[in-house]
């Protein structure tokens, strides 16, 4: 992916596109059980955000990891590797990503972890979710033509209007 042109679409546009990314790989945790079940919640608060809803960077940041050790990466097996790993990574990323915004449009000092977010970020998310059998890249580059001609900027900092995932979803799988 060019980063220049993915910086040419609205903040709440790549956030979009990331979490749906992310959601791609949904389908490889559905027998995960509770770590199924908190990543459908992860998925929701961080879609609340970019649905333009007053959630903080301090909220998403804890989906990662809580100082109770709770969080979608407490569901990542680092000792012996699963199909689901990948899409438990792909989603904490993704929500890396858009916490990494909303302290950014807070103007708060950035915890460490979200440090290292960046624009960049996003073609190493593509990638993780390129190894997967449940990503197409037929599917993001419909979601991404699609957010460019809808939501194209001039000013790269330009946070949007609100982005509805559902109807997005149903938009780019006609």
Do not use: C
Not at 11 to 29: C, G, N, W, Y
Not at 31 to 48: R, V
Not at 57 to 70: K, R, S, V
């Amino acid at each position: 992916m060019n980063i220049e042109d993915f910086t040419k679409i609205t903040i709440r546009a790549r956030a979009a596109f990331v979490l749906l990314i992310a959601d791609s790989l949904m389908p490889e945790l559905r027998h995960e059980g509770e770590g199924y079940i908190f990543a459908l919640k992860a998925f929701e608060i961080t879609a609340s955000w970019i649905n333009g809803k007053d959630v903080s960077g301090d909220e998403l940041n804890d989906l990662l990891m809580n100082h109770h050790d709770q969080g979608i990466f407490a569901y990542v097996d680092n000792r012996k590797q699963r199909v689901s790993d990948r899409a438990y990574t792909v989603l904490g990323g993704a929500i890396s990503y858009v916490a990494w915004h909303a302290y950014r449009t807070n103007k708060l000092m950035l915890p460490d972890g979200i440090q290292a977010v960046t624009e960049h970020f996003v073609q190493w998310l593509i990638d993780e979710a390129s190894k997967s059998p449940s990503f197409g890249t037929h599917l993001a580059t419909r979601i991404w033509f699609h957010l460019f001609e809808h939501f194209k900027i001039h000013d790269d900092d330009e946070l949007g209007s609100p982005v509805n995932l559902n109807e997005l979803k149903k938009i780019v799988n006609q």
